[in-house]
């Protein structure tokens, strides 16, 4: 039997540092490396090894690879939507290349699988609005969705030419406590809680009616997981697959804190990132992922509220 070696790339980010954690915890803390350009996060200090990397350099990335046995490698470090408007050219280049490095690091490599996550940003204005479903017309217009969008493809060409098996989830946008959001449009909703806590209010740089596909960090890392353990002969798609958390716009966030901090306020400020958030859907079809892997959710938007406001010191 093989003996797993793990490898996360992007470790120190938002999902890294929960998936580093989790991962440890299900399959040993020896077992998976983590890894990220920038300084450990303290919340894995201790917790396993720990190697500074830049997945650009593909070189480093592939002695580490043969040197630490690694035959699963999960791929986080990218650029997000917001940042990446701001600067396009880095986008595309840390985005694909990363991506590409790993992908032909793991098919001349002895590394069984590859996780690389997409988003719903592969989803643009001509792509449905509600419930948007897994095949339908994908028309982005972020520099950070057509990445992901000739993402899922490099992942699709990688399974079928080279038999990787590579998996992939079109994330929605990610709500957690434990490590802080890095640059995205959705980051809006994890900033409400932080600033609901120390100020009393929050001003959003969303319109209050913008819906937007949203999930709970415990939810996406069960996903990704559960995913990573599905058998290979369940799984149909090969590109990523949708998967659905909850839907809410500003307003009806700030509806719902308000029934535990009866005096919080919002204000709204759109700004560069509302064009955005209009373009993506407002939910998402997530029906092809609960079939092949059993997906569902557990936290709607109550749910998560209440635990974010009670983990948020
Ligand atoms: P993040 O920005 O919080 O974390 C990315 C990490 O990658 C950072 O710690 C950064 O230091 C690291 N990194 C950047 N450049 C690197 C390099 N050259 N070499 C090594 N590490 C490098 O991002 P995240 O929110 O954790 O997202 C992880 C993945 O999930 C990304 O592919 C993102 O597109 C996707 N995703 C995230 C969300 C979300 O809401 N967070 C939603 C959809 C998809
Ligand atoms: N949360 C991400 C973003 O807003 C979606 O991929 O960029």
Known sequence: MIKERILVIGACGQIGVELTLA????????TVVASDLREENPLLRGTGPYVTLDVMNKEMLHVMVIRQN??????????????GEKNPNLAWSLNMESLLNVLEIARDEN??????PSSIAVFGPSSPKVNCPQ????????VYGISKYAGE???????????????????????SYKSQPGGGTTDYAVEIFYDAKEK??????????????????????????????????NLTVHTSYNVHGMSFSPKEIS????????????????????PIAESWP???????????WGWKPEYDLAGMTEDMLKNIK
């Open 255 to 274: 509806v719902e804190i308000r029934k535990h901090m009866e005096d919080f306020t919002i204000t709204y400020n759109p700004d560069y990132r509302q």
């Open 111 to 116: 590394v069984q699988k590859v996780f690389w």
């Open 135 to 142: 095949q339908t017309i994908i028309e982005p217009v972020t």
């Open 282 to 292: 407002q939910s998402i079809d997530d029906s092809t992922a609960r079939r092949d």
């Open 23 to 30: 991962l440890r915890k299900k399959y040993g803390n020896d």
């Open 70 to 83: 690694i035959t699963q490698i999960y791929l986080l470090a990218a650029i997000l939507s917001a940042t």
């Open 200 to 233: 009393g209010s929050y001003e959003c740089f969303l319109k209050e009616d913008t819906y937007l596909p949203m999930m709970y960090m415990p939810d996406a890392i069960r996903a990704t997981i559960e995913l990573m353990e599905a058998p290979a002969e």
């Open 153 to 175: 493809f490099w992942c699709n060409y990688y399974h079928h030419r080279y038999g990787v098996d590579v998996r992939s989830i079109r994330y929605p946008g990610l709500i």
